[in-house]
């Protein structure tokens, strides 16, 4: 099977192409099925290059399927040809899973939208685009399909294009990205003037990384800096994570796949399989590492106070992409894609749980007209729950092996300030989640009489999805039980022929710091992080079951702090102010003092002196005999007294 890779993203290729040409002819459940259907092939070919791979030797799980060339220009060559190793495998597996389980949840969340046909088109050309990002075997490739979820993204975050708000929202997306995506491909540009000017013209992955060498510290510290500002704006980090909120307009299954299990997960990935660069600039993965933490503790602060349910999650999501990029800044690059993984299934599963409560509720996010829905959504209910445990990094489920693997390799690695902000990070974490479970779950209702009446449980087209991905949230960290639990990471160790390129042993020891620890400690670190969670979660059962009114009152008496919170630092603002006003002031002064009062004007002036000059000329030609025999005689008399003069002197 590792010589068909190519079918991972021929099937979901083929149906877009289905539906988008032909689909129109279909009834809307083949349009479905087809799509559907199209992802689970992928899905399935993935997983038997899966076990195909598990077949070879750990040094040997790197195979290449070029199928031909691409961009031939003198020297320089590129094909299209797809890569298989641990890491893209591992990301296939994710993207093509998860998605199977949200296209099929679609099918019962998106009944009855006059969209559908065009829903779907959109969905498979997601899917054939993020195969495309990480399965391609170099940097272009790898940018068209990064390009091609940032079109996608913008398609389906503005699905709903009718409403100002969702139009908004994918316009700002679009433009958000774009300023990470001109610093990615500065990157690109970066890494084949280095090499190029060394002889080597490729930007294949296998012969950028094997000449690494040929980066000094300064040129590889560059090239890392911008890969990552390209980085912060697809994985919504500090200071372009602002689009992401605003994403919660589109369609939930497209926040299930997009934003949470796939496309902001490209920026973690990318920093993964350049880690023979990233490991030759220790400064860039210093600033990836902080900005990851900030970006953890920065966000999961702004989901405290936040009332919409789909937007505490986005927050959440921006924050949990923080710890990936802790995990890969401080080098533990097997421990970021862990947590990736684990992500995609208790995130996915939030949003999806998310889309069943607002298929019940009409629509009405908001948590402060819910309460009791435990009670008439049992399934829904303990699917969320048992995402909200795993995210909340609960011994047990899938969380807990990933999150507190980046704790323990940021303490592990002396970044402390990283560890430190991680750790309140994650405390924040389990109370804004179970604030969030308590709120809307548990309690009396606090719906009207009416929608109460019609409240209901999903269909099993939504539940089975939404129980699938439950199993994984909870199961889904054991292929990672740390040593210190008798396990052997067997993650890591599947995931280690990647650090360095594939057997690059000076760079692959930059990237594994030699640092042996005592259990003991290990196990204080554990459990300092449970104990963070446990207490998040007491704090939440406090304010929200116990004694409700003590939320009411820190609210009054910190209103400031409050109102700096629910208004998000008024980032947005300052965003909007600065770079939006400030853009469209400049624009206008260019428009009206450079363009109206100078360029405009020099063209005006030419052809008004031209009219002008025209208008006194033509004053010469009256018609009248007279006047030319008048002009000849005083042209004569002229000419007599020059050569009358001439004649004198």
């Keep these: 099977m590792t010589s068909y890779i190519w079918l991972i993203p021929f099937f979901p290729m083929v149906g877009f192409l289905i539906n988008a040409s032909i689909g129109v002819k279909f009834k809307r459940s083949w349009i479905h099925i087809v799509a559907s259907a199209a992802v689970g092939l992928a899905f399935l070919c993935t997983l038997l290059i899966f076990v195909d791979l598990l077949k070879l030797e750990p040094n040997a799980r790197h195979i290449e399927n070029v199928l031909f060339d691409w961009i031939i220009a003198g020297k320089f060559k590129t094909e299209i040809g797809f890569l298989i190793d641990p890491l893209s495998v591992i990301m296939a597996l994710v993207v093509t899973g998860v998605s199977f389980m949200i296209h099929i949840y679609s099918g019962g969340y998106m009944h009855g939208d006059p969209g559908w046909r065009r829903f779907f088109i959109y969905l498979n050309l997601f899917v054939f685009s993020m195969t495309l990002l990480i399965l391609g075997n170099n940097f272009l490739l790898m940018f068209v399909g990064w390009e091609g979820v940032g079109l996608c993204s913008y398609l389906l975050i503005g699905f709903w294009f009718e409403k100002d ?57 560059a090239v890392t800096l911008l890969l990552f500002v390209g980085a912060t704006g697809k994985s919504a980090q500090i200071p372009l994570y602002v689009w992401l909120p605003d994403a919660m ?30 490991s030759l600039a220790p400064i860039t993965l210093d600033v990836v590492a902080v900005i990851g933490a900030l970006t953890a503790f920065f966000a999961a602060t702004m989901a405290l106070v936040n009332n919409d349910f789909k937007r505490i999650l986005a927050y959440s999501t921006v924050s949990q992409l923080g710890y990936m990029f802790m995990g890969v800044g401080v080098g533990a690059f097997g421990a970021g894609i862990f947590h990736l993984m684990t992500h995609a299934f208790f995130k996915g599963l939030l949003f999806l749980t998310a889309g069943s409560v607002m298929h019940a509720m009409a629509g009405d996010l908001d948590i402060r007209n819910m309460g009791g829905l435990k009670k008439f959504m049992p399934a829904t209910f303990w699917c969320f729950m048992m995402a909200t445990l795993a995210i909340s990094g609960i011994p ?254």
């Design 165 to 221: 708000s969702a139009a908004n929202a994918g316009k700002k997306a679009f433009v958000v990205n774009r300023i990470g995506d001109f610093g990615f491909i500065l990157g690109i540009f970066l890494i084949a003037a280095t090499l190029n000017s060394k002889g080597i013209w490729s930007l294949n992955f296998s012969v950028v990384f094997s000449h690494a060498g040929l980066f000094t510290t300064a040129t590889a510290t």
């Design 249 to 278: 307009e589109g369609p939930t299954p497209v926040s299930a796949l997009i934003h949470a299990a796939t496309m902001v997960t490209a920026g973690v990935y990318m920093i993964a399989r350049c880690n023979v660069l990233f």
């Design 396 to 649: 047990g489920f899938s969380g807990f092996f990933s999150k507190d693997e980046i704790l323990w390799q940021s303490f592990h690695r002396g970044h402390l300030f990283v560890w430190a902000l991680g750790t309140i990070a994650a405390g924040l974490t389990a109370f804004y989640m179970f604030r969030l479970t308590f709120v809307a779950f548990f309690g009396k209702p606090r719906m009207s009489e009416e929608r109460k009446h019609h409240l209901h449980e999903s269909p099993k087209v939504m539940t089975y999805p939404m129980m699938v991905l439950a199993v994984a949230a909870v199961v889904g960290g054991y292929v990672g039980v740390p040593a210190i639990l008798g396990g052997s990471n067997r993650f890591e160790k599947f995931f280690e022929p990647i650090i360095g390129g594939g057997g690059h042993e000076a760079v692959a020891e930059v990237a594994h710091v030699a640092v042996h620890a005592s259990h003991s400690i290990e196990f204080l670190m554990m459990g300092i992080s449970v104990a963070v969670g446990l207490i998040g979660i007491a704090v939440a059962y406090l304010f929200y079951i116990k004694k409700p009114e003590i939320p009411v009152k820190l609210a009054s008496g910190m209103k400031g702090l409050y109102t700096l919170l629910y208004n998000k630092y008024f980032v947005d603002e300052f965003y909007n102010g600065v770079f939006v006003e400030g853009t469209k002031k400049f624009a206008t002064f260019l428009w009206q003092k450079v363009d109206v009062g100078i360029i405009d004007a020099t063209v005006n002036g030419v052809a008004g002196f031209v009219e002008w000059s025209g208008l006194m000329i033509r004053k010469l030609q009256t018609g009248y005999v007279q006047t030319y025999a008048f002009s000849i005689l005083a042209g004569g008399v002229v000419v007599f007294i020059y050569f009358f003069w001439e004649s004198l002197f």
